[in-house]
């Protein structure tokens, strides 16, 4: 009885907080989504919104785009990712490997909106790289950088490169070098090495990481809005302005629920197609 | 048992202890929701040393103040400043203000005419929900070393001057269109049909304008950082932020454009929950009267609605003004009227698909 109890004690923050803040602002969220707004003050039940977001071409498209930019920055976020957390787990020796490991972490201890606009000052018409171009003759004029889809691209990358990074760097480290050496002595080349061998053995930090990364971007709002400039709709955006500026509540929480559906989707196909499950990764 | 007894007590303890510290902190503080720079620092101190009240300021915009007092039913805020056009409109839809005893507001520091247009514009059922306190006007900025034939909203989309202007994707961006354009928006607010046809209209054109644009500005700061640094030479922006660029180079400046500039008024609204609102009327009596007006006109950029406080301003600022606005320009503004319940749905889809379009 008594150890039943400390149980539940010991279990009631995580109740709490899943039942207060998630659960019950998600079923509260549900209900908005499916009324419309009729008159003044007036609702009706049904599911116009999410048949609005069907038959409105532009809703549709931002919900792609958002898709697939987002699964473009993972696989980017991986390819950049992963020889740096090699390099960091079975190159790098002793106290390099911690130092290395810092400088990943550093651009994380300011915050995600002053890293942007970092990124601003060095992509901007008179900024830092347009500047040095002009300077090394290789520029006429001013170079405009910032306010397109590679600039956003950058960002998202460079926003979620460390949660790709340190789930790599943990996998990478449980790797025996023995296993590596062994590869080799049986006549393997690098590239065959890295296919068999060090490949199978990342596959659980590459998802883990891939999925934070890839729903850290889909989910961003500061980085799409600030660097993407005038075609960056984003969906986050999108869900934004339909409950700030538009005051339609219902739309937004349906929005909102897709992007749920959508994610999830995602993710699950993910792990689908690449035969892995959440309780291998997770495990 | 003992032990599991006591960690229940003790978490049940401090639960309570928190709902009450939230409950505490109102005794008397004003919880004001404004604009940046109506409630200037100094102005706050002379408030709590002559009244005892502290003030708690929030900056925020139109939309923002909406959506927050919706989120609540009118609560967390004692006193609101929303435009005068953005009153009527969310209080028949969300019921989120409290009417204004005008008998505890001193209407002889208020502009008459000013009071008079505000009252009526924020009238719901017979009730007056707002009085005036901030004006300005929303127009072009202009650097005229650069780009001085632009005079109407239309002109930034002259091919001369691609990639080097901007403007916001919001509402008065449509309307200020919709005038150069040679249009009427404002006569067709209370005509959902009219009016979506006149949106469709400046869609098209905003589509069409797209390739000059060199980013939609989101904040005032966004805004300035583009026009000092010279990538942007134009844009449709407030009289303020002109004004204040102005001060650094006088090759930018405000200019009103030749369809009208759009007028606005800020006022002070009651929130149907607020909790200090004997605090919230002495705060207006307080920040309305001339001395301290001019103050909140000096940190804001912009004039007040308070009877004499011209005599107080800085004569820079009036200078500017008047510069930008000869009297033709004056009597050219157009304010807004009330925005009727709904309007907003149809110009956030045109903007969407501004926003989306290639």
Not at chain 1, 50 to 62: G, H, I, N, S, W
Not at chain 1, 73 to 95: D, E, Q, S
Not at chain 2, 122 to 127: K, L, P, Q, S
Not at chain 2, 152 to 162: G, P, R
């Amino acid at each position: 009885m008594s150890a039943r109890l400390s149980l539940w004690l010991l279990m009631l923050p995580v109740l709490l907080w899943l039942g207060l803040l998630i659960i019950l602002p998600h079923i509260d969220m549900f209900f908005v989504s499916l009324r419309t707004r009729v008159g003044v003050g007036e609702y009706e039940y049904g599911l116009a919104n999410y048949a609005a977001f069907f038959t409105e071409p532009l809703y549709l498209r931002t919900f792609a785009r958002t898709a697939i930019m987002s699964v473009l920055a993972t696989a980017l976020t991986l390819v950049i990712a992963f020889p740096v957390a090699y390099f960091i787990a079975k190159v790098a020796r002793g106290r390099w490997q911690g130092v290395l490991f810092l400088f990943c972490l550093v651009p994380f201890w300011v915050s995600e909106l002053v890293r942007t606009f970092g990124w601003m000052i060095l992509l901007r018409e008179t900024g830092v790289f347009s500047s040095v171009l002009q300077w090394a003759g290789l520029a006429d004029g001013p170079v405009e950088m910032l306010y397109n889809d590679a600039a956003m691209m950058v960002g998202l990358v460079y926003t979620s490169m460390l949660f790709m990074v340190v789930p790599l760097v943990t996998t990478l480290q449980s790797l025996d070098d023995s296993l590596v050496e062994a590869g080799y002595d049986l006549g393997g080349n690098g590239f065959t090495v890295f296919r068999e061998i060090i490949l199978p053995h990342a596959v659980p930090g590459i998802v883990s990481g891939s999925i934070v990364v890839f729903m850290l971007s889909l989910g961003n709002y500061l980085t799409p809005t600030m660097l993407g400039g005038k075609d960056s709709l984003w969906f986050t955006e999108m869900i934004y302005s339909q409950f700030i500026v538009r005051f339609n509540w219902e739309l937004g929480a349906a929005f909102g629920f897709l992007l749920l559906a959508l994610s999830s989707f995602i993710v699950w196909a993910a792990l689908k197609l690449s035969g892995q499950t959440l309780e291998k990764t997770l495990g | 048992m003992l032990t599991n007894g006591t960690i229940l007590r003790g978490t049940v303890a401090t639960l309570l202890g928190l709902g009450a510290l939230s409950t505490s902190a109102s005794a008397e503080t004003l919880r004001l929701l404004t604009w940046g720079g109506y409630a200037p620092e100094e102005v706050i101190e002379m408030f709590t040393e002559e009244t005892g009240i502290e003030v708690e300021v929030t900056k925020s915009n139109n939309e923002e103040m909406i959506a927050k007092l919706r989120a609540t039913g009118g609560g967390g805020f004692d006193l609101a400043q929303p435009s005068q056009d953005r009153i009527a409109g969310p209080q028949a839809e969300f019921d989120i203000y409290k009417p204004i005893d005008l008998s505890k507001i001193e209407t002889g520091l208020f502009i008459e005419s000013m009071l008079e247009a505000t009252k009526a514009n924020t009238t719901v059922d017979g009730e007056v929900y707002g009085v005036p306190h901030v004006w300005g006007t929303s127009g072009l900025v202009v650097n005229t070393a650069e780009a001085g034939s632009v005079a109407d909203y239309t002109d930034l989309c002259n091919e001369e001057f691609a990639g080097k202007v901007s403007y916001r994707l919001k509402r008065p961006t449509l309307i200020g269109f919709a005038y150069a354009m040679g249009l009427d928006p404002f006569a067709a607010y209370g005509d959902e049909a009219a009016y979506s046809d006149i949106v469709a209209q400046v869609e098209e054109k905003l589509i069409e304008c797209k390739a000059n644009v060199k980013a939609y500005w989101d904040g005032g700061d966004q805004l300035m950082g583009l026009l000092r640094s010279g990538e942007v030479v134009a844009s449709m922006a407030w009289d303020t932020g002109g004004w204040k660029l102005n001060a650094e180079n006088p090759d930018i400046t405000f200019v009103a454009p030749a369809s009208g500039a759009l007028g606005w008024i800020d006022t002070f609204a009651l929130p149907k929950k607020t909790k200090a609102e004997d605090a919230a009327y002495k705060w207006i009596n307080f920040v309305m009267k001339p001395e301290i007006a001019a103050m909140i006109t000096a940190s804001a950029g912009n004039f007040t609605a308070s009877n004499g406080a011209d005599e107080f301003a800085d004569d820079e600022l009036k200078a500017r003004f008047q510069a930008s606005f000869p009297q033709e320009a004056i009597d050219n503004i157009k304010w807004y009227p009330t925005v009727p319940a709904g309007l907003e749905a149809i110009e956030g889809a045109a903007l969407d698909r501004v926003k989306a379009a290639n």
